[in-house]
Nanobody, 121 residues
Framework: QVQLVESGGGLVQPGGSLRLSCAVS????????MCWYRQAPGNERELVAT???????NYRDSVKGRFTVSRDNAKNTVSLEMNNLKPEDTAVYYC???????????????WGQGTQVTVSS
């Protein structure tokens, strides 16, 4: 029942900005960790940023100072503000969350379908 939908991707010039959003819907009692991953063609999927339920954040070294992850617990959304984008940021960006859907149940990981980010002149 849980679904994740990413949005906000597109084509942007180097140095530009994009804001990605991920909406979690369905039977959601609570959400623990929320993460952003990315994967370029032929490359391994890599972790970009995480944010805990308390708001603690972690970033991949290559995006520190440029990307900002945030969450809105009331709306069950997580966002990724991407500034000073570089060609090497080009990838499909995926949202991943740990969702508890039942009282006293376990947290389960869910993935979104991904949104394309292309940084090019």
């Amino acid at each position: 029942q849980v679904q994740l939908v990413e949005s906000g991707g597109g084509l942007v010039q180097p140095g530009g900005s994009l804001r990605l959003s991920c909406a979690v819907s369905g039977t959601v009692l609570s959400i623990n960790l929320m993460c952003w991953y990315r994967q370029a063609p032929g490359n391994e999927r890599e972790l970009v940023a995480t944010i805990s339920d308390s708001g603690r954040t972690n970033y991949r070294d290559s995006v520190k100072g440029r990307f900002t992850v945030s969450r809105d617990n009331a709306k069950n959304t997580v966002s990724l503000e991407m500034n000073n984008l570089k060609p090497e940021d080009t990838a499909v960006y995926y949202c991943n969350t740990e969702v508890r859907s039942r009282s006293r149940g376990t947290y389960e990981e869910h993935w979104g379908q991904g949104t394309q980010v292309t940084v090019s002149s």
